[in-house]
């Protein structure tokens, strides 16, 4: 059976494998849904409303099951949203840098990643765009997230000790493909993953 990406996969094989005990670490990969597919001069000279509410909801749930995660930052985004960036830090959340512009060729140390460190106060660390310098966590997160089935998720997550959200995760989709595939609430998918794995403090 292939995933929503095309890649052969065992889903029993997942589902019988046994889970490390360990507590998960949670990564928000801070973007706007057009970082990823537009090219830099079809951006808008702001964060979108969805999103911008996204993460306000993002910090109501993480407070309220209180878990910190790691925010990993898109640094055109930072420019564009400091307050946003205050209320993560403000939360008690720790920030990393995603690059600047979100695409392929950007790596650790260049002149975008340099920027983006720059934007954000105590960065602690860097996750690649698109997972190019990183191992991928098989499929704990992103599009995963709500395309898969609720315990092979979990299970997933489990295996990796990590979950990776970003907050058009949480968007109503306007690709009809998408929501036919989209199996969930994503918000209470959300707070039932955090009210039953543990999770790590980065802090």
Not at 5 to 33: F, Q
Not at 39 to 52: D, F, K, L, S, V
Not at 64 to 70: F, P
Not at 177 to 200: A, G, S, V, Y
Request: hydrophobic fraction near 35%; charged fraction near 25%; proline fraction near 8%.
């Amino acid at each position: 059976m292939e995933d929503v990406e095309g890649n052969c996969v065992d889903w029993r094989s997942i589902a019988n494998t046994e889970a490390p005990g360990m507590a998960a670490s949670l990564e928000i990969h801070l973007e706007d849904s057009y970082h990823a597919v537009e090219p830099p001069g079809r951006w808008p000279m702001y964060i979108t409303p969805p999103c911008a509410l996204a993460v306000g909801e993002l910090l109501r749930k993480l407070q309220s099951a209180n878990v910190h995660a790691t925010w990993y930052v898109v640094g055109d985004f930072a420019k564009k949203a400091p307050a946003l960036i205050e209320q993560i830090v403000a939360a008690g959340h720790q920030l990393g840098s995603h690059g600047y512009w979100h695409r392929r060729g950007e790596s650790e140390g260049d002149c975008g990643d340099s920027a983006t460190r720059r934007l954000l106060p105590h960065c602690v660390g860097y996750r690649s765009p698109f997972w190019i310098h990183t191992p991928r966590p098989g499929m704990a997160g992103g599009v995963f997230f709500r395309t898969l089935p609720y315990a092979l998720l979990k299970r997933e997550i489990q295996r990796h000790q990590l979950l990776y959200l970003h907050p058009h995760d949480f968007f109503p989709s306007e690709k009809p493909w998408r929501r036919r595939i989209f199996l969930c609430d994503p918000w209470k998918r959300l707070q039932r993953l955090l009210t039953e794995l543990d999770w790590h403090d980065p802090r």
